[in-house]
T-cell receptor, first 114, second 116 residues
Framework: DAGVIQSPRHEVTEMGQEVTLRCKPISGHNSLFWYRQTMMRGLELLIYFNNNVPIDDSGMPEDRFSAKMPNASFSTLKIQPSEPRDSAVYFC????????????FGEGSRLTVL | AQSVTQPDIHITVSEGASLELRCNYSYGATPYLFWYVQSPGQGLQLLLKYFSGDTLVQGIKGFEAEFKRSQSSFNLRKPSVHWSDAAEYFCAVADPSGGGADGLTFGKGTHLIIQP
């Protein structure tokens, strides 16, 4: 079975540019999570969706960040405008809500903002 | 709010030696507990999990962990490490009231180095 698929794997952009990260969760999973990983702060939960509905976005650092899940098989995390401090690895994870709590992670999108 | 502490940022172990990685959590009740491993450039892979019952849980790759309620700990162990175990290890907790559906809170991780 295919796991969680993220794209792009690597993105280098200049400050002020728009960045869009994409995620395809595991088929049948109904919860999706976006995490950010940095050396200083570790893994931080940014936002999560249940049945395509955003449940908690309290981890989204600023209004520059937005996330959508238009259907059960696709989600985006957008940063506009990007800043150097947004440089991090962004992980998408999915799960089957209420079953085990186990998250299945994608391989991450490494973002570098110059 | 729940939190997870992994007191060791780095640990160096000789190949073939035993390993114990520490994890302490702060939560009002017993949370769901997890250990994940992250190899360089990769996502996180679940090693094992604890929800209830037997406090010693077995995972993949020869790892095990023991839940100790009195110490609010969930330490990860392996009797004999292999060079391929070199990676970053994360302890995580989830709120059981939500069935673990509200995401995981992770510790900062422990970087495991294996000496030949």
């Amino acid at each position: 079975d295919a796991g969680v698929i993220q794209s792009p794997r690597h993105e280098v952009t200049e400050m002020g540019q728009e960045v869009t990260l994409r995620c395809k969760p595991i088929s049948g999973h109904n919860s999706l999570f976006w995490y950010r990983q940095t050396m200083m702060r570790g893994l931080e939960l940014l936002i999560y969706f249940n049945n395509n509905v955003p449940i908690d976005d309290s981890g989204m650092p600023e209004d520059r960040f937005s996330a959508k899940m238009p259907n059960a098989s696709f989600s985006t995390l957008k940063i506009q405008p990007s800043e150097p401090r947004d440089s991090a690895v962004y992980f998408c994870a999915s799960s089957l809500r209420g079953v085990t709590g186990e998250l299945f992670f994608g391989e991450g999108s490494r973002l570098t903002v110059l | 709010a729940q939190s997870v502490t992994q007191p060791d940022i780095h640990i160096t172990v000789s190949e073939g030696a035993s390993l114990e990685l520490r994890c302490n959590y702060s939560y009002g009740a017993t949370p769901y507990l997890f250990w994940y491993v992250q190899s360089p450039g990769q996502g996180l892979q679940l090693l094992l999990k604890y929800f209830s019952g037997d406090t010693l849980v077995q995972g993949i790759k020869g790892f095990e962990a023991e839940f100790k309620r009195s110490q609010s700990s969930f330490n990860l162990r392996k009797p004999s490490v292999h060079w391929s175990d070199a990676a970053e290890y994360f302890c995580a907790v989830a709120d059981p009231s939500g069935g673990g559906a509200d995401g995981l809170t992770f510790g900062k991780g422990t970087h495991l180095i294996i000496q030949p």
